[in-house]
């Protein structure tokens, strides 16, 4: 959810940008476009299709999150040199780190799910096991690199809640970036950036 306000905001903040200074708006040239969709495959099978998500074991699910969180970083690197790629890139980095020490899954405490789900619910779910699709529940002292975890959330006035992480935060700020500003008037170079 954060990601897809991130790109909303960014388009539309792009669109304002460019009608300001009368220019057509240019989305980003990304290289190697298809190692972003190749990087969301893996996510779509295990989060977004019901048929696959209850029957991959857990031990593929953290298999398939890392090697997606890998091609984003893969993604990103070849892309660096866009302006808002090193935001992005360097979140990608954070989430990767702390899915990796902690058993391949996003790291959630008991606290930050008590406000996504019931109280009965959550007592079906033992520490240590899978909460929703990508995350791990764990209290924070059990947590590795616990201020890197799901660990925000929006106000509770807000329609959707969802847990999110500090890599989540630089990612959607590098997207927003990235949209946001004409591709014709700002990116980056070799001796710099270009404005």
Request: hydrophobic residues 55%; glycine residues 6%; proline residues 7%.
């Amino acid at each position: 959810m954060v990601l897809l306000l991130a790109i909303v905001a960014g388009l539309l903040a792009g669109l304002v940008w460019s009608r300001w200074r009368r220019q057509p708006y240019r989305s980003p040239q990304l290289q190697h476009l298809w190692l972003a969709f190749v990087a969301f495959l893996p996510q779509f099978v295990v989060v977004y299709l019901p048929t696959t998500r209850n029957l991959i074991p857990d031990w593929l699910v953290a298999v398939l999150l890392i090697v997606s969180q890998i091609m984003l970083l893969v993604f990103a690197w070849v892309n660096r040199r866009m302006i808002g790629m090193l935001i992005l890139l360097g979140g990608a980095a954070l989430n990767l780190a702390v899915m990796t020490t902690n058993s391949g899954f996003m790291p959630i405490g008991p606290q930050t799910a008590s406000r996504l789900v019931s109280e009965d619910v959550l007592r079906n779910f033992p520490l240590g096991s899978r909460f929703g699709i990508k995350d791990i529940l764990l209290r924070p002292e059990d947590t590795r690199l616990e201020l890197l975890a799901d660990r925000f959330l929006p106000p509770t006035w807000f329609p959707y809640q969802v847990a999110f992480s500090l890599g989540d935060v630089f990612i959607a700020l590098g997207i927003f970036w990235l949209l946001s500003k004409p591709q014709s008037s700002v990116q980056f170079t070799q001796k710099g950036i270009s404005v």
